[in-house]
Each structure stands twice: as C-alpha cells, then as structure tokens.
C-alpha cells in the first residue's frame, strides 16, 4: 500500500464418537507411485490422487460430452529433491519421466503435472517445501495441491493446452479444479478425507497461500497467480464446480490482479507503509476511505460522515472485553488497539528457500501494511451500514458485507500509483495481504469475530466486492 503523495504479490468402517455417528477414512492407497519412500508425506500424496481420481472418474463425464477420464499414462513419481539440488541429477527409475528427463533440477521444490508424458512428480524431501506445508498445514493441504495437479491433467484431455492460453489462464482453471474437490471433500465424499471441517479447509487455504507468486519482475513472469488470484480461483471452483472450471467462458470470467511493480518509482517506495503512518488520525488511509465513502453516497443521494480512528485498549462499545478493534456508530469512530494494529500488521506467512540447497524455512509474523488497512476498511463498511442504511452492525450479515464493501475499496484503489484522487494505492502485494487478514485477522475476537462465518466465506465475499462492485453487496 503505497500513500500517493509517494511515486509509488475404499470402503470405510462406521465409528461412534460422543454419540454422533461419523465415517472413518479408508485404508491407505494401493495405487503404484515410481520412486515410493512409503514415507508419510508419500502416502498423503497417494491418498489424495486416489480420491481426486475416484472424484474425476464420477465428474469427467459432465464436461467431456460422455468421455470417461483415463487414468495417466505416464504414471506417478515420487522424488528426493533433496538429492536432486546436491548432485543436479534424477537416479533410479524416476529419471525416465519426461519433464525430469528434459530437466532434472525443475523439480526441486516443486510438483507437475508433465505434458510430455502425462505424468505427474512431486519433491518429497523432508526439508523441502511440499513436506514443510505439509507438516504446518495438514494433510488437506497436500491434497489441495494434488487437486491441482490432476487439474491440469483435465485441462490437458480438453485439450485446453492447445489453445495457446497464458499460463496464468491454466494455472487458474487447475486452482479451480482444486476448489471443486475441495468442495466434495467439504461434504466427506473422498474415501481418505472423511474429517474435513471448513475450519481445517481454512488452515489448508492458508498453506495454499504460501504457495503464491512472488512479485514478478515483468509482465512475462507472471505465471500462478498472487493469492488473491489463486484463492479466488479456488473459491470459483468450490461454489461453482467442475461445469464451471471447464466451461466455455471460465477464461472471460476471471480476473487476474497480479503484476510487476509499475516503475522505478513504485518499487522504490516499497510495499509497506511504517505502521505508524496508517494509524495515525490524519492518515492517508483514513483520508481516502473517506473521500471513497463521499464520493459513493452521493450517488445515492445521500450523506456520508467522515470516520475518525482512535486509539484504545478496548472498544468502548463493543459486546465483549475481547474487542480491541472495532466500530463504534455513537461517535463514527473506529477504536483501535496499538498491540492489535502491530500483530495485525505483522501477520502475513511467507516462505524463504536456500536456493543450493533447495530447504526452506516458513515464515510468520512479516509485514504487510494492507493486512491492517482492510480491518480499516471493514471498520468503514460497518459505519456505511449504519450511516447511509440504518442497519444492524451485529451478526453475519454485517461483517460479510462490511467484507464485500472492502472487496469494492479496494478494487478502486488498485490502480497505477499516483492516480488522480486517490490518497493511497496498492502495492503488488496488497491483495494478498488482504487476502491473508481474510483468511485469519478479521475473525479474531480482538477484531471483528468470525459472527459465524469461515474464513472462506469472507474470502468470497471480498472477492465478491471487488469483482462486482458496491452494488453486489
């Protein structure tokens, strides 16, 4: 976020538990993976290609005029890519794969569906960042990226992959058939994955968003996304299915939002406002909340007060002691903790790789100044109910639409640095820090509390905003 004053990425058995009746999941896969460890990670992934293509096999047919799905012909292959990173060469049966043939040290770090051969291979050296997600996220993150994989798989039978698209394109459609999975795994459908909740399909996200793009160097760079593309796509696949992902308009219907640093200039001024700057009364921040709140009521010919901010311990009219960040309608002002702020502003997961060795290390807790603006913003979405429509800022409602209010900001304010009006601009990153306060600041009890919502729910309601404007919401 940049101030524009400044020149501104199998049969399962029935168990009881506490009296609610619930299904166990299967036995592990059988199916034949070149280069098993029969490690735990490896069985993971084996479990959920087995389920991803028990789901493929049932869901194929919808989109393929009849066709039944054929399984890969050029088979699974499990490899140590720690191996790979010290002696830059693939040993033993996987180095027959296609892509790994063409490249060995592509697959460090790294898992694909190959082209070439119609295979699939995957780095599952402990240290490495597959096993490192897996170990954080879950075993429901695993499959998400496998889901993805076999996605291009689908796109390569459509013949999508004639079509000369951008990769961000295909990518996207993957992510999308992801999503779709996601949602049959929601509902206890895969055979391995019978315990999915939406709180672990969350954490699981939050794995997914580890795997974004970093800012690309230039246009050409582009290639998964940034997460707000990625998690957006995601979410497209899970509300809307596989018709969806694979219809005839999925590619016109997306809108992708990551890109370079416009200039020098912009790249100079880095992504991240001091924290001090967005808390402050006076901030650019608050300036242009304000002047996108007047301009929008005005069109409704109406009135909109302009919000202050404060600082506070507490909230003074919250519903509970928790609440250290928050609206308050009798005096139009946000209350604000300064602990909060700063764990709020230092809240995004990031990943950093030893580029030798190939290991990485996940981080927490970095920077991102925009994971505090929209809890900002959302603070205006709550006085935007009250002001301009005199309606409840309690319950589920409220905070998916406070959300999907921040969805519309920031849309607007997503424009090259130093546009005419604006009193901010978002950085490359931006978006994904917002995407990640979706995901887990915004329904903290300090903040706004979940009210009942995922932190899916308000990652589709912020895309919602964005996509589709105020009058969405």
């Known amino acids: 976020m940049a101030a524009a004053s400044a020149s501104l990425l199998l049969g399962a ?31 993971t992934v084996k479990n959920a290609i087995s389920d991803i293509v028990d789901f493929w096999t049932a869901q194929y047919p919808k989109i393929s005029g009849g066709d039944i799905f054929e399984p890969l012909k050029g088979g699974l292959y499990s490899v140590d890519g720690l191996k790979v990173a010290e002696t830059k060469r693939v040993d ?20 694909a569906f190959c082209l070439l051969d119609d295979s699939i291979a995957w780095d599952r050296a402990p240290t490495h960042l597959f096993a490192q997600l897996a170990h954080k996220y879950g075993p429901l993150m695993v499959a998400l990226i496998f889901a993805h994989e076999v996605g291009h798989a689908i796109s390569y039978r459509l013949g999508v992959f004639d079509q000369d698209r951008p990769t961000i394109d295909t990518e996207s459609q993957a992510d999308c058939a992801a999503g779709a999975w996601a ?16 709180a672990k399909l969350d954490d699981a996200l939050e794995g997914f968003l580890d795997g974004r793009d970093g800012t690309p160097d230039t246009p050409q760079d582009i290639s998964h996304g940034n997460g707000f593309d990625r998690l957006s796509a995601v979410a497209d696949g899970i509300d809307k299915g596989v018709t969806y992902c694979f ?3 999925y590619f016109k219907s997306r809108t992708y939002t990551e890109r370079p640093f416009s200039s020098e200039a912009e790249y100079g001024a880095g992504d991240n406002q001091p924290i001090a700057d967005i808390v402050s009364s006076n901030s650019s921040l608050v300036a242009d ?28 009219c919250a519903a509970t002691g928790a609440t250290q960040f928050g609206y308050c309608p009798d005096d139009n002002t946000v209350y604000f903790s300064r602990a909060f702020a700063e764990a709020a502003y230092n809240s995004l997961p990031d990943v950093s790789g030893d580029p030798r060795t190939g290991n990485v290390t996940l981080l927490q807790d970095q920077p991102g100044d925009f994971a505090l603006g929209v809890l900002f913003s959302i603070g205006w ?14 319950g589920k409602d409220a905070l998916i639409s406070a959300v999907c209010y921040t969805g519309s900001y920031a849309k607007d304010v997503n424009v ?24 887990d600041q915004v329904g903290r009890p300090e903040a706004f509390s979940a009210r009942g919502t995922t932190g899916l729910d308000r990652i589709q309601a912020f895309v919602k905003g964005y996509r589709g404007g105020l009058s969405t919401c």
């Open 183 to 198: 949602a049959s795994a929601l509902k206890g459908e895969p055979a391995h994955f019978r315990d999915v909740t939406p």
């Open 289 to 316: 909340l304000n002047r996108f709140w007047t301009a929008k009521a005005k069109i409704i010919h109406k009135t909109f007060t302009p919000v202050k901010i404060a600082e506070a311990s507490h909230s003074h």
């Open 416 to 439: 090259a640095a130093g546009a005419s009006g604006k009193q901010i601009t978002l950085s490359p990153s931006d978006l994904d820090e917002a995407t990640s306060s979706m995901l």
């Open 381 to 394: 979405g709550m006085a935007v109910r009250h002001q301009l429509f005199d309606r409840a800022l309690d």
């Open 247 to 249: 219809s005839d308009g």
């Open 13 to 43: 058995c029935s168990t009881v538990v506490d009296g609610h009746p619930a299904v166990a999941n299967a036995p592990d896969a059988a199916i034949k993976v070149i280069g098993d460890s029969g490690s735990p990670f490896d069985t």
């Open 92 to 111: 033993g049966p996987a180095s027959s794969e296609a892509c790994i043939a063409k490249n060995p040290t592509f697959i460090v770090d790294n898992g």
